[in-house]
Each structure stands twice: as C-alpha cells, then as structure tokens.
C-alpha cells in the first residue's frame, strides 16, 4: 500500500490543524492505521493508532484530548485532527499502515509508511 500524508504547515500556538493520509494500491480497510512523528533531534514516536474498522483507537499521553484520529475507509483516508497546539508538537508527521486488525505504538509493527509532512508551530 501506498500512502500519501498532507496537511501539514505553519501555525501558531493554540491554533489547529488536521492531517489527511490518503492510501492507495490495496484494500485501506486490510490494514490498521497509525501516526506518529519526529522532531529535529530526535527519534520518531508514536502518536495515534486506529484499528481497522476504526472500533479502536489509541494515543500518546503528549497528545490525548487534544489529537483525534480517524479514518474513512470509502475515502481510503486517515486522518488526525489536532487541536490545542504546542510548540513541542512540531515534528515531521508520518503514516503507516500495519497488516493487521489491531492498533499497534511501536513503529517496528508498521509495514507501510509515508513521506511525512511538516508540522511548525510557533509560539
């Protein structure tokens, strides 16, 4: 599967931004969806997880009640909604697919990754 992240650019602090993922080359709902992130420095980190049929989802403390995942699976999109946002979120963003019903955290349990796309916020 090939998937292709966009949404990304500048915003100040507080403002909000809303990631899309779009996947093409396979069947989207095969596969549980994932984001996560790297910032200058730094090793990439999980974000948020969606299970296939969007039943589960998951995030990291640094983001929980200010990110929401979602996905349409007619629309073969992934999408994060991210709200409330702080400098220390800037980081490139990148999706992945995993082979699987079930949400995974560890980057090692994709299979399928995008380009990423840049997140900057100022403060």
């Known amino acids: 599967v090939q998937l292709q992240a966009s949404g990304g650019g500048l915003v100040q602090a507080g403002e909000s931004l809303r990631l899309s993922c779009a996947a093409s080359?396979?069947?989207?709902?095969?596969?549980?969806m994932g984001w996560f992130r790297q910032a200058p420095g730094k090793e990439r980190e999980f974000v948020s997880a969606i299970s296939r049929a969007a039943t589960r989802t998951r995030y990291a403390d640094a983001v929980k009640g200010r990110f929401t995942i979602s996905r349409d699976n007619a629309k073969n999109t992934v999408y994060l909604q991210m709200r409330s946002l702080k400098p220390e979120d800037t980081a490139v963003y990148y999706c992945a697919a995993r082979s699987d019903a079930t949400c995974a955290t560890s980057a090692t349990e994709y299979h399928y990754w995008g380009q990423g796309t840049l997140v900057t916020v100022s403060s």
């Open positions: 080359g396979r069947t989207f709902s095969d596969y549980a």
